[in-house]
């Protein structure tokens, strides 16, 4: 019976590996099609980022630069994975214990600096700047949505983000975080966090292609640009899910029942497709701030945006 | 037993022809503008001549990249840039050599520091002939790339490592400026 | 022009001072230019005369508040290349004195930089005198390269 069970969870493992990597390299290619057409172009078409993993996988030759920088995307793909078992997808959680609100953070952290030994390991001064200023783009950001995430925790009275999904799921589009003023505040804090940790302008510094080559990934060629382009398209998929999980109520409209499941699931995705699209729409826009001027942009307005949900939810919850 | 040797070949066969198709529809290129021919480049990228709805993209480094673009002439300090940059790409790669410098050293014919003829140092898959070649000439050998790709025509990167020592001993006189003994003694007389 | 007052010869030239000078009045002269005004180096150009049997090295200065360009010229053995460097005056000369060294062969002491600039492992006569044939030396070098022919569509 033990064993039946670890063979479902293995096989739901790699149905999440599958359609985390699909339904990123999907977007990845709308995203390419819709800047195109903010820049009045025709753009790639939507299945162009498919065509590009399946030429950087077939490659011929393959340049390794040793055993971390082999192993370093193994970490990133697992690191980020093992992010979206936490992650209640559409309200189905694979993997959930007390404090995962917290774990997740920290399992988000784990890509990165898999990312980073793997640049590192690359030994081009140009992948060393890029880590660098990952690591600097990183730190910044998450201090604001720490702090959203703390408002969240005190509001609900947890740090389950099962329990969060549960809580926010009760009375549909109604009981969703974001529709309550302070949460509307964090939010907007919480989706420029996210703009970050997706890479997208204006954060784009750490990969600026046309200043340090784009950075952490210069030495990477052929499988290994590949799997990285695999690893992006999963970490796309793992962070808007955490912002949906956090405000949108997961995407739960539904209870019990297949049928829920199935809407459930539609329901998230076009969440995730949203909140992907509005990050879109942000990067076309803007151009890319300097790395102290997002440091100063996170950790100044975002965090002070933060600290006033922050104190709101608090006053609401002794009352 | 495991298939027969045929069968490999066959196999072989169908996931390269599986490989160029995607190879084909995602041609990343480096461009190597130290010439001229440099401002021919943003166009053909932005707005007016759009060249990522063929799946063509600039890259950063010529680790990723499938396609090295030269542009313009090219002198013996930057020649041994160029090689550099070609060895460094991922097989399968391919060179479009761009503007009547690299044919045959255009109207730098008789400069003693332009290289003339670029295949002598590395393949080149196309060349675009004109001074200067218009945007369209660019996307134009694209689609042409894409043909020689899809029929399996362009192999330079393969006669590069067949021939790898012919290609070293060429770079390696030029770039040491070697005449050698009875090459200036019969071109003596004839001059 | 004011460069011709100051120096007391020289003449005009299309809008410009033209200035003969000898090889050891060249120091004072550009001294005394860059004091009084023509704090600009714009750049050293050289000049081979075969048939004379000299270079020309042109010295040429400009001055921002009167709007003039002046040109030291100066005439230096062919067969005896051999300048001093103005480079203690104007730290930029150095460059432009390393490119003529390369490109004209003329040694300028007190120059500690003559190293190869443009040029890299360059083995033959400097390729900007009279007397190297550039056509002779394209044939020689470029055109004796052999091309490298595969069969027709090969591959591995």
């Known amino acids: 019976m033990d064993m039946i069970g670890m063979a479902i969870k293995i096989a739901i493992l790699i149905a999440y590996a599958i359609i985390g990597t699909c339904v990123g390299l999907l977007f990845m290619g709308i995203g390419r099609k819709i800047i195109a057409r903010v820049h009045n172009r025709v753009g790639p078409p939507f299945y162009q980022n498919f065509i590009d993993v399946a030429k950087l996988l077939s490659k011929k ?41 917290f774990l997740v953070l920290y399992l988000l952290a784990i890509p990165a600096l898999g990312f980073a030994l793997g640049a590192g390991a690359s030994g081009n001064p ?7 200023r990952a690591l600097v783009m990183m730190l910044s950001y998450e201090l604001p949505f720490v702090i959203t995430l703390i408002a969240l925790m005190i509001y609900y009275d947890t740090t389950s983000l099962a329990t969060i999904v549960k809580m926010q799921s009760i009375d549909g589009i109604k009981s969703w975080a974001i529709t309550m003023p302070p949460f509307m505040i964090a939010a907007f804090a919480a989706d420029m966090a996210l703009q970050g940790m997706l890479m997208e302008q204006p954060f784009d510094i750490p990969v600026a292609p046309h200043e340090i080559a784009s950075g952490p990934m210069v030495e ?34 539904m209870h019990s029942g297949v049928m829920a499941a199935i809407i459930n699931f539609f329901v998230w995705l076009g969440l995730i497709f949203l909140l992907f699209v509005l990050s879109i729409l942000i990067a076309a826009s803007f151009p890319r701030f300097r790395i102290e001027q997002a440091f100063g942009f996170y950790w100044k307005y975002e965090a002070i945006i933060a600290a006033i949900s922050l104190i709101w939810v608090y006053i609401m919850v002794i009352k | 037993m495991g298939l027969h040797n045929g ?8 996931w390269s ?85 690299t044919i045959n050293g255009g109207m730098y014919w008789d400069s003693y520091n332009t290289i003339k003829h670029l295949e002598k140092y590395i393949p080149v898959d ?66 | 022009m004011k460069s011709i007052e100051l120096l007391g010869k020289g003449e005009e030239m299309h809008g ?93 002491e007190g120059n500690t930089r003559l190293t190869p600039f443009l040029l890299e492992n360059w083995p033959h006569d400097p390729p900007m005198r009279k007397d190297f044939d550039s056509k002779k030396f394209v044939r020689q070098m470029y055109e004796s390269i052999p091309f490298i022919e595969g069969e027709e569509n090969e591959g591995i």
């Open chain 1, 61 to 101: 030759t393959n340049i390794s630069h040793g055993w971390i920088f082999d192993l370093a995307l193994l970490f990133s793909i697992s690191g980020i994975l093992l992010t979206l078992l936490f992650l209640p997808i559409g309200g189905a959680q694979l993997l959930s214990m007390d404090g995962d609100a």
């Open chain 2, 126 to 191: 196309l060349y675009i002939a004109g001074c200067m070649p218009r945007p369209e000439g660019i996307i134009n050998a694209f689609i042409k790339l894409m043909k020689l790709i899809d029929e399996g025509k362009a192999r330079g990167w393969e006669k590069y490592q067949k021939y790898y020592d012919r290609y070293k001993e060429n770079q390696r006189r030029v770039f040491n400026f070697e005449i050698k003994e009875e090459q200036k003694e019969e071109k003596n007389e004839e001059h």
């Open chain 2, 17 to 101: 022809k599986l490989a160029r198709k995607a190879s084909k529809k995602s041609l990343w290129m480096v461009h190597f503008c130290t010439g001229c021919g440099a401002v021919e480049m943003p166009p053909v990228m932005t707005s007016r001549y759009d060249a990522e709805r063929f799946g063509i993209t600039s890259m950063a480094t010529p680790r990723q990249a499938d396609v090295l673009l030269i542009t313009g002439y090219l002198t013996v300090k930057t020649l041994r840039r160029v090689i550099q940059v070609y060895e460094q790409m991922q097989s399968p790669k391919y060179v479009i050599a761009f503007g009547s410098c």
């Open chain 1, 220 to 253: 990477f060629g052929g499988k290994y640009l590949g799997s990285l382009m695999l690893y992006k398209a999963i970490a796309l998929v793992a962070e808007t899910t955490l912002f949906v999980d956090l405000f949108l109520g997961g995407g739960v409209v």
């Open chain 2, 7 to 14: 069968d490999k070949m066959m196999r072989y066969e169908e």
């Open chain 3, 16 to 108: 410009r001072a033209y200035i003969k000078l000898n090889v050891n009045e060249l120091e004072e002269a550009i001294k005394k230019l860059k004091e009084n005004g023509f704090n600009h180096f714009v750049m050293l150009s050289c000049i081979d005369w075969l048939d004379k049997g000299k270079f020309e090295l042109v010295y040429h200065m400009w001055n921002y508040e009167e709007k003039e360009h002046a040109m030291l010229s100066i005439d230096i053995d062919r067969n005896n290349a051999v300048m001093k460097s103005m480079s203690h005056i104007f730290p930029q000369i150095e460059t432009y004195e390393r490119e003529v060294h390369e490109m004209y062969g003329i040694k300028f």
């Open chain 1, 126 to 132: 140009n992948a060393g700047v890029g880590v660098m």
